[in-house]
């Protein structure tokens, strides 16, 4: 049971009378019999809580940061008409902050036999699923004096996916690969291309690509077209260690790193290649392999969805281990993890010569752009003390990329907002020189 505003507004009208009219025990008890027999015929009046019958429908995955759209009907069995305010309750992290209150609660007025529906548009301000918690109900009586209350679980789970904010990058990097594939006037050729077609000689054209037999059987001289071989294997590995927890600016590592394979996967599919994911801190948290083309970025998106960085090292033995199991034969494996000295010395170098041996090995790292802020800092002694800091973490981080570029590895060092495009662009460059 629930009173409500009216029902404290007739107690002080009721006090006002026997104050004034009735100054009596007797009309003290005649005034609070009133009110009770007001509030009791209003809970028996009320429609019954407990029958309601409920049922739920709408979004079910949406891009972090999106709306989605809930939808709660309510079915009152009952002859009674129900005057409710309804309370649809999520998790904390399904709203943006401040909104909660407002979003989730709705009036609604179901007349008996009948049914309503309310909306519910849900913000995540985090990936993952997001489940409801209950419906409560509160139905009132038609004085408003007072309520009867109940509550429900009605599930009902919607999924926050990576926002994909890079695939703003996609068209121009779509449009290199269109010149890689031979597809436009601009055509390159590397020790890792395939014959594509004939087509007659302009002007500006290399004249190592002539066609001479083709050539003599025609009246204009031919010359031969190249595109990057196909059906290449991308295996793309996200560390989800401790490393990857690390903030830069308002989210961790791990989410530029998501973000960054998600924009390679994508232009890799477009490519013709195959692409698998395996994500590893101490175990194995996640694998997709085998997807087709039209699948596999959708299944991606979905297993990065519930990825949370773990707080503790990753193990790189099995790390590596588990990657070669996935790519038997020779790959592009792209790693997505620190740049930090202590983890990259001990952990992963001793085990590179496994990788490179067979394998094209991309090391793919997210900077954080507030120690270039700090180099520049000057004028008092904290900010004197916080650029030598910067530059010897810069310095670290040079030297550990140098050390493993001596290994025949391809390092990429970028800040959150860059690391996406520039991972592409090495992609692209990989597969210009035929490297994969």
Known sequence: MA????????????????????????GIWLVTGAVLLAVVADLVLAAPVRSLRFGRGGDTTVRLGEPATVELTVTNPSGRPLRALVRDAWAPSAWRPGTAEAASRHTLTVPGGERRRAVTVLTPTRRGDHRSHRVTVRSLGPLGLAARQGSHLVPWTV??????????????????????????????RGQGTEFDSLREYLPGDDVRSIDWRA???????????????????????????????????????????????????????????????????????TAVAGCSAHEVLPAFTDAM????????????????????????????????TGLDAAPVEDGLRPLLPLLTKRHEVVLASVADPRLDALAAGRGTLEAVYGAA????????????????????????????????????????????????
């Open 159 to 188: 999924r926050a996916l990576p926002p994909f904010a890079s695939r703003k990058h996609l068209p121009s990097r779509l449009a290199r690969l269109r010149e890689l594939d031979g597809r436009t006037s601009v055509l390159t």
């Open 305 to 336: 969805a519930d990825l949370e960085p773990a707080l503790h090292e990753t193990d790189m033995r099995s790390l590596v281990s588990t990657a070669l199991k996935m790519a038997p034969h020779r790959s592009l494996i792209v790693l997505l």
């Open 215 to 285: 050539s003599a059987r025609r009246t204009t001289v031919a010359v031969r077209t190249w595109r990057p071989e196909r059906d290449r294997h991308i295996l793309v590995v996200l560390d989800t260690g401790r490393t990857s927890a690390g903030r830069v600016g308002d989210a961790p590592r791990l989410d530029a790193s998501l973000d960054a394979a998600l924009l390679l996967t994508a232009l890799a599919t477009r490519a013709g290649d195959r692409v698998d994911l395996l994500a590893h801190d101490a175990r194995k948290r």
């Open 389 to 436: 800091a910067a530059e010897q973490t810069r310095a670290d981080r040079r030297a550990t990329a140098d050390r493993l570029t001596r290994h025949g590895v391809t390092v990429l060092d970028a800040p959150p907002a860059q690391i996406a495009p520039a991972l592409a662009d090495t992609y692209l460059a990989l597969k210009a020189a035929g490297r994969l």
């Open 3 to 26: 009173l409500t505003g009216r029902t404290a507004l007739l107690a002080a009208l009721g006090a006002l009378v026997v104050g004034l009219l009735l100054p009596s025990a007797a």
